[in-house]
């Protein structure tokens, strides 16, 4: 089991950048590097969907095509921390975004991983 917290979060203007971090408090036997973790998003009314991920050694990430060249994911496992660094920021990527862990898939679906965090909320303003 892992406990993730998501923050980095906040109020933007569109064309900028924002860093969001994840940071993981793991209380399995488990080190970090063996979770694949992804970032989704959800804005109200919608369903969550899928930002991106990375594997738990970070040699293979993966992108919604909607953030691919903009966003950016990253990871640290000596620190438990995992990062999306979020450039050329648009209206439409407002949303709340979560980060999630897997030990046992590397997905962009959602039912995929066991583990989620609180959330922190994006605001992009035109």
């Known amino acids: 089991q892992v406990d993730l917290a998501e923050s980095g979060g906040g109020l933007v203007q569109a064309a900028g950048s924002l860093r969001l971090s994840c940071s993981a408090s793991i209380t399995s036997g488990l080190t970090f590097r063996s979770y694949a973790v992804a970032w989704f998003r959800q804005t109200p009314g919608k369903e969550r969907e899928f930002v991106a991920l990375i594997s738990g050694g970070g040699g293979s990430t993966s992108y919604a095509d909607s953030v691919k060249g903009r966003f950016t994911i990253s990871r640290d496992n000596a620190k438990n921390a995992v990062y999306l660094q979020m450039n050329g920021l648009k209206p439409e990527d407002t949303a709340v975004y979560y980060c999630?862990?897997?030990?046992?898939?590397?997905?962009?679906?959602?039912?995929?991983?066991?583990?989620w965090g609180q959330g922190t909320q994006v605001t992009v303003s035109s």
């Open positions: 999630a862990a897997s030990s046992y898939y590397i997905s962009s679906r959602e039912s995929a991983y066991e583990n």
